[in-house]
């Protein structure tokens, strides 16, 4: 599961444990990205990010923090992360966990035939975002599966915003998060 994880929330963490569970994966590794290709930079650093995914993922025993994007400079492309993964662990079957905001999105990421050679795409339900196509996978992929399940509504964009204005975040990140994020006067 990757993303700028600024801050990371419960949101991401409730869609893991969704997938995780959905399709009784072993482990979910979060892959903060280094520099995303598709959106702005994020505001926080990438040791300040890595940081609350170690945090956030600290007391899961299935949840695991990956470094795999902060180690490579340039552009965090989600389908060189994939071959790198590939490379560490070869006989891992790999799933690549989006929400449904993102997976149309994904076409227009770099190599999308290259992602989906590569993994099964697991698409988890995001609050508020549009119903999902019903489209075939393209020949080669190992497909999509929707995983359904709880979802919370909350947004990384929103909880940036809450500390700007000085609004508790509690119950949005969890509270080891909160704390770090407090502590480092992060998004103020």
């Given at each position: 599961m990757g993303?700028?994880?600024?801050?990371i929330h419960l949101g991401h963490l409730r869609a893991a444990e969704?997938?995780?569970?959905?399709?009784?994966?072993?482990?979910?590794?979060?892959?903060?990205?280094?520099?995303?290709?598709?959106r702005r930079g994020p505001l926080s650093a990438p040791l300040d990010r890595w940081?609350?995914?170690?945090?956030?993922?600290?007391?899961?025993?299935?949840?695991?923090?990956?470094?795999?994007?902060?180690?490579?400079?340039g552009p965090s492309y989600t389908v060189d992360?994939?071959?790198?993964?590939?490379?560490?662990?070869?006989?891992?079957?790999?799933?690549?966990?989006?929400?449904?905001?993102?997976?149309?999105?994904?076409?227009?990421?770099?190599?999308?035939?290259?992602?989906?050679?590569?993994?099964?795409v697991a698409v988890v339900e995001r609050p508020g975002a549009p119903p999902l196509p019903e489209a075939p996978p393209a020949a080669g992929a190992r497909g999509v599966r929707r995983v359904e399940g709880p979802a919370i509504e909350v947004s990384a964009t929103s909880i940036r915003e809450r500390v700007r204005q000085g609004r508790s975040v509690r119950y949005l990140v969890p509270d080891t998060v909160a704390d770090y994020i407090a502590r480092r006067s992060l998004y103020q």
């Open positions: 993303g700028t994880f600024d801050p969704t997938a995780r569970e959905g399709l009784g994966l072993d482990v979910v590794a979060f892959v903060p990205s280094h520099v995303p290709p598709h940081a609350m995914v170690c945090l956030a993922t600290a007391h899961h025993p299935a949840f695991v923090p990956s470094d795999a994007e902060l180690r490579r400079e992360t994939l071959a790198a993964l590939e490379a560490e662990r070869p006989g891992d079957e790999l799933v690549l966990i989006v929400g449904s905001d993102t997976y149309p999105e994904m076409a227009d990421w770099r190599d999308p035939a290259g992602i989906f050679a590569r993994c099964l």
